[in-house]
């Protein structure tokens, strides 16, 4: 099935550019930007750039860029924006034969691997574009904490603790998914006629890090990123402030070719 964000690109476009409380904004960009160190002139391969959100922001950083997306509306309101210097292809994550062997410094990969099934062949590719001991950095929703249908939030009244419950983590599953549920304000609407839903694939970290490593990558370095947000005042702000604090949204992990 297709994976990519292709039926939902203006709203997602509209999500991320009008909205100052998103997670990308307030929390995965300056992590990014941290962990990343951009130095003036290298040049980075944002995968799965969608509309050039974080591409744009390599880009004001200092860094030559190169966004790739599988969605042609997605690089076509990238393409939109400035600055035009940046260079935007339609492509799978797998296929970028209009790159050179040995010729990226960073390869960035942010909320995209989880929508990609051949993961394996992806990394390969990344191997084969990027130079040596040049890194790589995913981004991804917590696979230990976010399972697709398979986890939950709940709240114990007696001891007033909000918890997060986990049905299944080692079992690799794909799942489809609404993109934007919610949004819809009503059946007769145009965009309820679209069927706006993408397949989502669970892993555990196992699974990364063993095909990595097969590969001939390193992971050198792995954080856990929390939100951002706070609770309205209420009976339950102090309970679902700490979990916020505790179980973390984001998993980064920074990856080094090393052979």
């Given at each position: 099935?297709?994976?990519?964000?292709?039926?939902?690109?203006?709203?997602?476009?509209?999500?991320?550019e009008?909205?100052?409380?998103t997670?990308?904004?307030?929390?995965?960009?300056?992590?990014?930007l941290?962990?990343?160190?951009?130095?003036?002139?290298?040049?980075?391969?944002?995968?799965?750039?969608?509309?050039?959100?974080f591409?744009?922001?390599?880009?004001?950083?200092?860094?030559?860029?190169?966004?790739?997306?599988?969605?042609?509306k997605?690089?076509?309101?990238?393409?939109?924006?400035?600055?035009?210097?940046?260079?935007?292809?339609?492509?799978?994550?797998?296929?970028?034969?209009?790159i050179?062997?040995?010729?990226?410094?960073?390869v960035t990969?942010?909320?995209?691997?989880?929508?990609?099934?051949?993961?394996s062949?992806?990394?390969?590719?990344?191997a084969?574009?990027?130079k040596?001991?040049?890194?790589?950095?995913?981004?991804?929703?917590?696979?230990?904490?976010?399972?697709?249908?398979k986890?939950?939030?709940?709240?114990?009244?007696?001891?007033k603790?909000?918890?997060?419950?986990?049905?299944?983590?080692?079992?690799?599953?794909?799942?489809?998914?609404e993109?934007?549920?919610?949004?819809?304000?009503?059946?007769?609407s145009?965009?309820s006629?679209?069927?706006?839903?993408?397949?989502?694939?669970?892993?555990?970290?196992?699974?990364?890090?063993?095909?990595?490593?097969k590969?001939?990558?390193?992971?050198?370095?792995?954080?856990?990123?929390?939100?951002h947000?706070?609770?309205q005042?209420?009976?339950?702000?102090?309970?679902?402030?700490k979990?916020?604090k505790?179980?973390?949204?984001?998993?980064f992990?920074?990856?080094?070719?090393?052979?």
């Amino acid at each position: 099935m297709d994976t990519s964000w292709e039926k939902s690109a203006d709203w997602y476009d509209s999500f991320l550019e009008g909205s100052e409380n998103t997670y990308q904004k307030n929390v995965i960009l300056p992590n990014l930007l941290r962990a990343i160190d951009i130095k003036k002139g290298q040049i980075i391969l944002d995968l799965t750039c969608g509309q050039g959100f974080f591409t744009r922001q390599f880009y004001e950083a200092g860094a030559k860029v190169i966004g790739v997306d599988l969605s042609p509306k997605m690089i076509k309101l990238a393409e939109q924006n400035l600055p035009k210097e940046i260079e935007y292809y339609v492509a799978p994550a797998h296929k970028l034969p209009f790159i050179k062997d040995g010729s990226i410094d960073v390869v960035t990969i942010i909320l995209g691997i989880q929508n990609i099934e051949n993961i394996s062949e992806v990394f390969k590719e990344v191997a084969r574009v990027l130079k040596k001991s040049g890194r790589m950095f995913i981004v991804m929703n917590h696979p230990a904490f976010r399972v697709l249908k398979k986890s939950s939030w709940g709240f114990d009244e007696n001891n007033k603790v909000q918890y997060r419950r986990v049905d299944e983590y080692l079992t690799e599953s794909k799942n489809k998914i609404e993109m934007r549920p919610g949004s819809k304000s009503s059946k007769s609407s145009e965009s309820s006629k679209v069927s706006e839903y993408t397949m989502s694939f669970h892993r555990p970290l196992q699974v990364y890090f063993k095909i990595l490593g097969k590969i001939g990558f390193g992971v050198t370095r792995l954080e856990e990123w929390i939100s951002h947000k706070k609770s309205q005042l209420g009976s339950r702000q102090k309970a679902e402030d700490k979990a916020r604090k505790e179980i973390p949204l984001f998993l980064f992990l920074e990856v080094i070719k090393i052979k």
